[in-house]
């Protein structure tokens, strides 16, 4: 019985598929997960806004802009890399000679099986004088040609050939193996090992875990949970919640707290400067301690977004944040009208008496809110355009 035998890729032609394939797992799904998303998209949309609600909202408009993030341009290079080295791989593979094809000798000189001797001399010297080096033809073509005609010319060869599929006779069964000699090297084992076990145990699993993390912290919109549990509670709580409720309640954000984003900034100078803003707008009910409404991010959101719909002059130091903060009111607020919209659904589908619908009035003025924050106006300066 014929043993077997591994042979691993030592000219390192091979191992190119195996590469090819590994960076091709990485990039394809990298591409569609970490790709930056259009940062215009939320420009474009508060640009139709402003052509449905008129042309006063653009004073305001202008502090939307998108700020300069460099983390969208370092992952468009990674995966443009990675994406660039895939299609060298690529060309490589297709470059590379098939040596561990299936050899035929009759395929090689174009004969059928069983073709007499004449007919592999006759058509040995047809192909020879065609690919012959000295007349202009393919060398290596050549030396194909010769080798099948030396094996379907001697008679052990072609008999071989005919019973064991191999012009030398019976072979160990080969496996081919596209890795190259030096990875199992008994030398280099200890580091293969490390660098296996470095992959696939701790930075796979620490780069799922993190995905998997961010994934459900948010809802489909984007939104933090949280943040929509924060938003049911209060407006489960409160019924019928005027325009001051309703901008407390919306400063209540997770996306407003450091501790669940890390876009969002709080600096020492805040006890300084949110102080004198709260002088400067007035009364901004601070006696009741509702967490986190009354939480420090809360309340520099809420002094922001007065400060932004009162026109008042804000500090340099704090412009930045009332930028960021605009940002996020509409989809919070989207989120405010989704919430809303869904209690007084379950209120309508259950018969419990205790079960409290929020008012109408609550969804209007979460609307006006909405139109408010994009003009900058105060409620009763808001230019409300009904359908």
Known sequence: MAGQQFQYDDSGNTFFYFLTSFVGLIVIP???????????????????????????????????KPQPNIIPTVK?????????L??????????????????????????DPGATVAEIKKQYRLLSLKYHPDKGGDEVM???????????????????????????GPQATSFGIALPAWIVDQKNSILVLLVYGLA?????PVVVGSWWYRSIRYSGDQILIRTTQIYTYFVYKTRNMDMKRLIMVLAG????????????????????????????????????????LTCPYSLKARVLLLSHL??????????????????KCPALLQEMVNVICQLILMARSRE??????????????????????????????CNFTRR
């Open 30 to 64: 990298a591409t569609y997960y970490l790709w930056p998303r259009d940062q215009n998209a939320e420009q474009i949309r508060l640009k139709n806004i402003r052509k449905v609600y008129g042309r006063c909202m653009w004073y305001r408009l202008r502090l939307l």
């Open 76 to 84: 468009k290079i990674v995966l443009l890399a990675g994406w660039a």
């Open 86 to 111: 895939f299609l060298f791989l690529t060309y490589k593979v297709s470059k590379t000679d098939r040596e561990y094809q299936e050899y035929n000798p009759y395929e090689v000189l174009n004969l």
């Open 142 to 168: 050549f030396m194909r040609i010769a080798k099948a005609y030396a094996a379907l010319t001697d008679e052990e060869s072609r008999k071989n050939w005919e019973e064991f599929g191999n012009p030398d």
């Open 200 to 204: 696939f145990m701790v930075i796979l």
């Open 253 to 292: 954000a997770s996306e407003f707290d450091p501790q669940y984003n890390k876009d969002a900034t709080s600096r020492p100078t805040d006890n300084i400067l949110i102080p004198q803003l709260i002088r400067e707008i007035g009364s901004i009910n601070l006696k009741k301690n509702e967490p986190p």
């Open 310 to 327: 009162a026109r008042m002059k804000i500090p340099e130091t704090l412009e930045e944040d009332q930028q960021f903060m605009l940002k």
């Open 352 to 381: 419990e008496r205790e079960f409290r619908a929020p008012t109408l009035a609550s969804l209007e003025n979460c609307m006006k809110l909405s139109q408010m924050a994009v003009q900058g106006l105060q409620q009763f300066k």
